[in-house]
Nanobody
Framework: QVRLVESGGGSVQAGGSLRLSCLVSGSFVMSHFMAWYRQAPGKSRELVASISTSDNSNYADFVKGRFTISRSFVQNTVELQMNDLVPEDSGVYYC??????????WGQGILVTVSS
């Protein structure tokens, strides 16, 4: 059974950094289209960043230049490096994995809180 296990969230002051990690358990991270989403209280879930199986990355306009998505072959993880955080970046961040012929997967979510 394939599971996504997120780690690395927490609280930080504005201008600080956090690094999120998502372990792909039971499968191979390089074979999935991976993405990070987030959901703030009272708002819809929104795409933050994605990375394809050929390592093409895309970012939402509101994180461009501040966030970086990457994958680790050795650790079998997808990472989200978040710099210059602002309070509007607060929310629950979700790891997402997709692969042709398989069910879409979601992690359990991890909380990020940015204080002003």
């Amino acid at each position: 059974q394939v599971r996504l296990v997120e780690s690395g969230g927490g609280s930080v002051q504005a201008g600080g950094s956090l690094r999120l990690s998502c372990l792909v358990s039971g499968s191979f991270v390089m074979s999935h289209f991976m993405a990070w989403y987030r959901q703030a209280p009272g708002k819809s879930r929104e795409l933050v960043a994605s990375i394809s199986t050929s390592d093409n990355s895309n970012y939402a306009d509101f994180v461009k230049g501040r966030f970086t998505i990457s994958r680790s072959f050795v650790q079998n993880t997808v990472e989200l490096q978040m710099n210059d955080l602002v309070p509007e970046d607060s929310g629950v961040y979700y790891c997402n994995a997709r692969r042709s012929g398989s069910n879409e997967l979601w992690g359990q979510g991890i909380l990020v809180t940015v204080s002003s």
